[in-house]
């Protein structure tokens, strides 16, 4: 049974900091595409960013220059690192995955991944 179980939410203020972190279990995670998406209520789950085995990166234009997303094959983890947050960037964040070797078409697109975690709140406050 694949699980994702994402941690690291909270609540900051704008120009702060947050790391986000998604640790993975049942699954082959090192062959897997990992994305971070959010959403907030009653608006669409957004893609934030997406790795894939390979460390391709891709990223929302919201957010190039201030998220990193990376991954540590070792510990079955992927992570968010989020600086200079905003009060826009606040919103459920969720952790996705492909099935394993499976090349995700459009990396930043809910379609593309077939398993999801519980979410993490994040709250940016100005």
């Known amino acids: 049974q694949v699980q994702l179980v994402e941690s690291g939410g909270g609540s900051v203020q704008a120009g702060g900091s947050l790391r986000l972190s998604c640790v993975a279990s049942?699954?082959?995670?090192?062959?897997?595409?990992m994305a971070w998406f959010r959403q907030t209520p009653g608006k669409e789950r957004e893609g934030v960013a997406s790795?894939?085995?390979?460390?391709?990166?891709r990223y929302a234009d919201s957010v190039k220059g201030r998220f990193t997303i990376s991954r540590d094959n070792a510990k079955n983890t992927l992570y968010l690192q989020m600086n200079g947050l905003k009060p826009e960037d606040s919103a459920a964040y969720y952790c996705?995955?492909?099935?394993?070797?499976?090349?995700?078409?459009?990396?930043?697109?809910?379609?593309?991944?077939?398993?999801w975690g519980q979410g993490t709140q994040v709250a940016v406050s100005s």
């Open positions: 049942g699954i082959t995670f090192s062959g897997v595409s």
């Open positions: 996705a995955a492909t099935r394993p070797f499976m090349i995700a078409i459009q990396p930043l697109g809910v379609p593309s991944y077939n398993y």
């Open positions: 790795i894939d085995r390979f460390r391709t990166t």
